[in-house]
């Protein structure tokens, strides 16, 4: 295996991968967005996304060298998730995510508006 490239997993690996173009508001749901805009964030990190995941309960892995295929030019980077550990879908965990990085998200803008004043 190359330096830099983790394992190709795929769909039947038992994990689930979530990218962070899943919940970005700049993006159209045609270019990749997965949730409603009003639940989507600006500018996500796969670390952010991370995170998100870790609070809401998951054992989320980090791969920051892979990219969205759509998005072949970006290195932003993708969680794993066992699918072991979700019950239901992808869908219904990429939305429990969002819930758990738009509050994450909130509350970083209300701790750096508090700094400047």
């Known amino acids: 295996m190359a330096p830099g490239v983790g394992p190709l997993v795929g769909k039947r ?3 689930f991968i979530i990218y962070p173009q899943y919940f970005d508001s700049r993006l159209s749901r045609a270019q990749g967005r997965r949730v409603p805009r009003e ?3 600006k500018a996500p990190t796969a670390s952010a996304v991370f995170h998100a995941a870790r609070a809401a309960g998951f054992d989320p892995e980090l791969d920051p060298e892979h990219h969205h295929s759509a998005h072949w030019h ?3 980077g ?3 998730i066992a699918k072991a ?3 239901g879908t992808k869908e219904g965990l990429i939305r429990v995510i ?3 990085l ?7 803008v209300a701790a750096t508006k508090k700094g400047t004043e």
């Open 102 to 108: 738009k509050a994450a998200g909130a509350t970083e």
């Open 39 to 41: 639940s989507a964030v």
């Open 98 to 100: 969002a819930r758990h």
């Open 13 to 15: 690996d038992g994990q």
């Open 78 to 80: 993708r969680v794993l």
């Open 74 to 76: 970006e290195r932003a």
């Open 85 to 87: 550990t979700v019950e």
